[in-house]
């Protein structure tokens, strides 16, 4: 019988995000690895914007974009990742949201600093960027407060997304902040993430 597979990068923090989701509800998948910056990608041939991840349900069915594929995933097995109370949802969503957009600055800062020739790059851009990270982590820290996770008792997709974010931010920012020390209530609940071998099995490597 055909597998499901999961076309991934190992650094992509949204690839992680589906990675982790898929672990904790225990569906059985195949992890295919692919980078989208190559000029032989495979990704293309799948997801039309040649980004990753990307799930190739066992019917052969494709499916892309992080935040659509752990909805699909959601349909499958339990736990929930989701609440069921569709305002509840919402409020879910709104901080995977915000960690995916985290997500997208460090990515728009990866690419300019990183792919760009250097007379090239834009340093009002690259503050920009920064700008969103700072911003948007301060937010999670509000949000999260003393709270073991960031919605109810239990894990959600919210959790995982911001574990996805963190995870990214501490592998291509060391250099310009150390992100523990200035969030330390992202770290606290970094640490506890770490404990679940979804996240501990998953961290991104270059």
């Known amino acids: 019988m055909q597998k499901n597979k999961l076309i991934v990068s190992l650094t992509s923090p949204y690839a992680r995000k589906v990675r982790i989701a898929a672990l ?11 980078v989208p910056w190559n000029e032989n990608t495979g990704v293309v041939k799948k997801n039309p914007l040649g980004k990753v991840p990307v799930w ?7 499916i ?3 935040r659509v594929i752990v909805e699909f995933l959601e349909t499958m097995d339990s736990p929930n990742l989701f609440p069921e109370d569709p305002k509840e949802k919402i409020k879910v969503k709104q901080i995977e949201s915000l ?4 997500m997208d600055a460090s990515l728009c800062l990866f690419a300019e600093r990183k792919k760009r020739p250097k ?7 690259i503050d920009r960027q920064f700008g969103k990270v700072h911003r948007g982590l301060a937010e999670l820290e509000k949000i999260l407060g003393n709270k073991d996770y960031f919605y109810g008792a239990d894990l959600s997709i ?3 997304a911001v574990a996805s974010a963190l995870g990214y931010i501490g592998l291509r920012f060391s250099e310009d902040f150390n992100w523990t020390e200035k969030y330390p209530i992202l ?14 099995s998953t961290v991104p490597v270059l």
Not at 119 to 125: A, F, G, N, S, V
Not at 187 to 200: D, E
């Open 24 to 34: 904790e509800k225990k569906i059985d998948f195949e992890m295919v690895v692919d």
């Open 158 to 160: 919210a959790d995982i």
């Open 99 to 102: 960690a995916d957009g985290i």
């Open 119 to 125: 007379e090239l790059q834009h340093q009002w851009w």
């Open 64 to 66: 892309y974009d992080s």
């Open 56 to 62: 190739v349900a066992t019917d052969g069915d494709t």
């Open 187 to 200: 770290s606290r609940f970094y640490s506890s993430m770490m404990k679940r071998h979804s996240v501990s």
